[in-house]
């Protein structure tokens, strides 16, 4: 009996063994994906505003991205200041970009996991 418990365990753990080697891969590809949108000037459109690691012509009205992972380990913050910013900073210049539906909530997502690589 203990040879018959012993195949679901090691089968359970091959599944997460296999689930977490994959999780990368998607991660980079997220975060691509994230770059393309952040870049695209008719989308997410941050080089306007701010300088980014490997982009063209960035503008320098908000911070330089940079770090991001470190200020803002709690990826719901980094993704409710892209959604609406105003929130918590009535004065701010950063657009509304969920609340003006300038960007899907998962288009938010890819650009945070973008975010966070830098």
């Known amino acids: 009996m203990t040879a018959f418990l012993r195949k679901p ?17 998607w991660a980079q590809s997220t975060a691509a994906e994230g770059q393309k949108l952040a870049f695209d000037r008719g989308k997410g459109n941050c080089l306007t505003c ?12 908000g911070p330089e991205l940079k770090d991001l992972k470190a200020k803002y380990p709690d990826r719901n ?3 409710a200041i892209l959604f609406d ?20 909530e998962q288009e938010i997502n890819v650009i945070v996991d973008f975010l966070q690589t830098l």
């Open 77 to 79: 913050e980094l993704a």
């Open 9 to 25: 365990a090691l089968l359970l753990a091959l599944v997460v063994l296999a689930g977490s080697a994959a999780r990368p891969a």
């Open 85 to 104: 910013e105003t929130k918590r900073n009535p004065q701010t210049m950063m657009p509304p970009f969920g609340r003006n539906r300038i960007l899907t």
């Open 50 to 61: 701010h300088v980014i690691k490997g982009g063209d012509l960035p503008g320098t009205i």
